[in-house]
């Protein structure tokens, strides 16, 4: 069975398509806890996933990896603990890694 966002699902107990509880994540105010562009590109790279065919929980998985291995990278290059090449190089290894 391919999994795509027109998938049906229940998510906590109501009904509804893998595509509308992404739109509900977007739809949803999280700013007092995690910045919106975090939740923006988790729910892409985990929207990226399940139309590439990965199930729900894989998806969420690589969407959390990405953001969490980001956040880091970013993180040691603001505090001066690697280099700008550097930080280019592991993002660019980081993409490589989902898009394989």
Request: charged share 25%; aromatic share 8%.
């Amino acid at each position: 069975m391919k999994i795509t966002l027109d998938t049906r699902f229940n998510f906590n107990g109501s009904f509804g398509t893998l595509g509308e509880a992404v739109q509900q994540l977007r739809d949803r105010d999280l700013a007092c806890t995690v910045a919106a562009e975090a939740v923006e590109r988790k729910v892409t790279i985990f929207s990226d996933c399940v139309e590439r065919g990965f199930t729900p929980l894989r998806s969420e998985i690589m969407a959390a990896y990405y953001v969490a291995a980001c956040d880091a990278t970013t993180e040691a290059f603001d505090r001066g603990l690697i280099t700008k090449s550097e930080l280019e190089s592991q993002q660019a290894a980081l993409i490589r890694q989902l898009l394989t």
